[in-house]
């Protein structure tokens, strides 16, 4: 008994979300035997492609991991023999007739489960879903679907966009992919709160004086200049990826680890918090700039973006959680592109020690002695705290040094891709890591209002250099809640 059939239908199969993501993670999950026996993925696009020619064009992106290059190819070879395609228009119920009868065809009657993974832009995710009438599948087991960002613009067009995939689908076969949320430090953020007695009780007001969520790329919009263009990086980045790990930071302990226990936490914060104004926030655009005889490209220069666009490429923002547990504590989240380095974080900053006896061997920088937890999501994930230590030897001088967790010191398998995670928990039906509409309502609540202000005011960012560390608006927004970066620090 080799169980249920699965397919795994890729609409949008030629894009680059497809071939950079989803085929490589497909063929790791496989690769690692984690995908049920009995498989097949399609591709499906309105691309003219054989299956013979999706095979090569997938090819290029598979990569075996480093310490498994034993076995690829013949892998490799074996898992394209499961990769077929079928060319077709996005609102053409004819044309995904004709797939479905192809998916009928190898499912040669058995219980069957299919998985469709829309990677479109949202602005047909709905045609796709009616005209492939998804809910009412000919298959004999779940169908399932999985959407990503952007899901909407405001509350109303997400709400809108909710609404009408609810008509062809149901909310349990909705699976709102938010791809941090797949990512090793974001699932251990839980794991080492709720499972280590020295965190879980000084996880509040009473000991964190500020929370900070940093992200930040050092390259620009490249190439995605048209899309970004209309979304900018608050949309991009802050309402979704940095609001997830906020809310999955701040939460009350789950009744249990089920999807809805946590997910219902989730919820809590978002509506425990307080929708974002102008003056909660800072905003920035990247400017040309030259260094090293290099120069680089401004936002503006790209040939997708209006040259007078106002368009944020960078943000700050701070955020406050009115409830019991974190009643004043700012939660300070960046985001931007173009800046000096490539990184996402989690910060914690614990307050100072009171009556603190080795008050004078620290100066008049008080705030150099406390404790800093970090979670550094990527590139080279770590968990670090910061500490004071003796420095050894004869008198008493002290100094900071980090309790360090570098995984690549402490695991030696290399960690897997987001998508990976996020691919397998679909198939699995565990919803753990996917949006519930409800989250999505309450993220646009939070920043619907703000949005609508920047653009109404035709608030003007200010310009930073590409590859600087951003601009100064942030340090003030910073400051004026008493708190200082630590990833600049
Ligand atoms: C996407 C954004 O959701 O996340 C991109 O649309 C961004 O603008 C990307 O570059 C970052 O993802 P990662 O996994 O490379 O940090």
């Given at each position: 008994?080799?169980?249920p059939?699965l397919s ?5 199969a030629?894009g ?17 035997d984690w995908?049920p026996e009995?498989?097949i993925v ?10 013979e ?9 598979l990569?075996?991991r480093i ?5 690829c190819?013949?892998?490799?070879d074996?898992?394209l023999?499961?990769?077929?395609y079928h ?6 119920e004819e044309?995904f ?11 040669a ?16 995710f709905?045609n796709?879903?009616k005209c492939a009438s998804?809910?009412?599948s000919?298959t004999?087991?779940?169908?399932r ?15 809108e966009l909710t609404?009408?995939?609810k008509?062809?689908l149901?909310?349990d076969q ?6 941090y949320?797949g990512k090793?430090l974001?699932e251990?953020?839980?794991v ?8 879980e ?7 964190i004086?500020n929370v900070q969520?940093?992200?930040s790329e050092?390259?620009?919009t ?6 970004f ?10 309402q979704n990826h ?6 999955l930071?701040?939460?009350e302990?789950p009744v249990?680890l089920?999807?809805?226990d946590?997910r219902n936490?989730?919820?809590k914060v ?6 974002l104004q102008?003056e ?13 005889g290099?120069s ?9 973006v ?5 368009t944020p ?7 406050f959680?009115n ?7 700012p939660?300070?989240m960046k985001?931007?592109k ?5 990184r996402?974080?989690?910060?914690v900053?614990?307050?100072h020690v009171?009556?603190?006896?080795y ?7 008080l705030d150099?002695a ?5 979670l550094r999501?990527?590139p ?13 030897g004869?008198?008493m001088r ?5 309790l ?18 996020l ?7 565990e919803?753990?890591?996917f949006?519930?509409s ?6 646009w609540?939070?920043f619907?209002?703000?949005?609508k ?5 035709k608030i003007?960012?200010e ?16 400051a004026?809640?008493n ?6 620090s």
């Amino acid at each position: 008994n080799v169980g249920p059939h699965l397919s795994i239908t890729i609409v949008g199969a030629s894009g680059d979300l497809a071939k950079k993501k989803i085929f490589p993670a497909l063929f790791a999950l496989y690769y690692e035997d984690w995908l049920p026996e009995n498989f097949i993925v399609f591709g499906y696009a309105r691309t003219k492609m054989t299956d013979e020619e999706l095979r090569n064009m997938i090819s290029r992106t598979l990569t075996c991991r480093i310490d498994q290059r034993e076995n690829c190819e013949d892998k490799m070879d074996r898992f394209l023999k499961r990769c077929f395609y079928h060319s077709g228009q996005y609102d053409s119920e004819e044309h995904f007739a004709e797939l479905n009868r192809k998916l009928q065809e190898k499912e040669a009657g058995k219980l069957s489960n299919r998985l469709f993974y829309l990677s479109i832009p949202p602005n047909i995710f709905v045609n796709v879903v009616k005209c492939a009438s998804l809910r009412a599948s000919s298959t004999s087991g779940w169908t399932r679907v999985i959407v990503e960002k952007p899901f909407g613009r405001d509350s109303e067009s997400s709400g809108e966009l909710t609404r009408c995939l609810k008509l062809y689908l149901t909310e349990d076969q909705i699976f709102r992919i938010d791809h941090y949320l797949g990512k090793e430090l974001v699932e251990n953020l839980s794991v080492l709160r709720f499972s280590n007695l020295v965190f879980e009780p000084l996880w509040s007001r009473n000991y964190i004086r500020n929370v900070q969520l940093i992200f930040s790329e050092d390259f620009g919009t490249e190439g995605r200049g048209g899309y970004f263009d209309n979304y900018g990086i608050i949309r991009d980045i802050m309402q979704n990826h940095l609001l997830q790990i906020l809310a999955l930071f701040a939460m009350e302990t789950p009744v249990s680890l089920d999807a809805e226990d946590i997910r219902n936490e989730k919820v809590k914060v978002l509506r425990s918090m307080r929708p974002l104004q102008l003056e909660d926030v800072a905003v920035g655009q990247y400017k040309g700039h030259s260094k090293g005889g290099k120069s680089y490209p401004a936002y503006t220069d790209d040939p997708t973006v209006p040259n007078n666009s106002l368009t944020p490429t960078f943000a700050a923002a701070a955020l406050f959680i009115n409830n019991a547990r974190w009643d004043g504590v700012p939660f300070l989240m960046k985001a931007g592109k173009a800046l000096h380095t490539k990184r996402a974080e989690i910060r914690v900053q614990f307050r100072h020690v009171p009556g603190n006896l080795y008050k004078r061997n620290f100066g008049t920088d008080l705030d150099k002695a406390t404790n800093d937890l970090v979670l550094r999501v990527q590139p080279d994930e770590a968990i670090y705290l910061k500490i004071n230590n003796k420095v050894p030897g004869l008198g008493m001088r002290l100094d900071r040094s980090d309790l360090n967790l570098l995984y690549r010191a402490r695991y030696s398998r290399e960690i897997p891709d987001a998508y990976e995670r996020l691919l397998l928990d679909a198939v699995e039906g565990e919803r753990r890591l996917f949006i519930r509409s409800d989250e999505l309502d309450a993220a646009w609540a939070l920043f619907t209002p703000l949005l609508k202000e920047l653009e109404q005011k035709k608030i003007v960012p200010e310009l930073y250099p590409y590859g600087s560390r951003g601009p100064v608006g942030a340090h003030y927004l910073a400051a004026k809640h008493n708190v200082r970066w630590g990833d600049l620090s």
